[in-house]
């Protein structure tokens, strides 16, 4: 089961300012939903551990995540792959920034991949919940980053 979200939103602060709080997992990483944990393996690798849960279904999902591509202060490119809850979950996320007259426009791209038991458990609900969870991921970021 794959998804992909795609949006944007423009914060009062410059490209450079924005750029480094994206490519700082330990800055950014707290404003995951079900955050509870991460720990820096060197300057392109980390693990975020994250409380999920959909229906009855509930446990901690372990993601090694690595930066892909990094162009400061206009892009950045994560991947990511990891357990949750049976299954396993592929990630891609990135931003692309551009200065604007208010600041800074981020325009951004998240893609899951769920293979395993848990499509087939949660099926319908898997989305919903992934839309929910993105929303407050960018609510968080917009507000840090005001």
């Excluded at 208010?102 to 951004?108: C, K, M, P, S």
């Amino acid at each position: 089961m794959a998804f992909t979200f795609t949006g944007d939103f423009v914060v009062p602060r410059k490209p450079e300012d924005v750029y480094d709080f994206l490519a700082d997992p330990q800055r950014f990483c707290p404003l995951l939903p079900g955050f509870e944990s991460m720990s820096l393996i060197d300057e392109k690798h980390f693990t975020v551990r994250l409380s999920v849960g959909i229906s009855h279904i509930r446990g901690t999902a372990a993601i090694k995540m690595t930066l892909e591509e990094a162009t400061r202060p206009s892009h950045a490119r994560y991947s990511g792959t990891g357990s949750v809850a049976g299954g396993i979950v592929d990630i891609s996320a990135g931003f692309e920034l551009s200065a604007v007259p208010q600041g800074t426009r981020v325009a951004w791209k998240g893609t899951a991949q769920i293979f395993g038991k848990l499509t087939s458990l949660a099926g319908g609900l898997l989305e919903p919940l992934a839309k929910k969870n993105v929303q407050k991921l960018i609510d968080g970021l917009q507000a840090a980053l005001a």
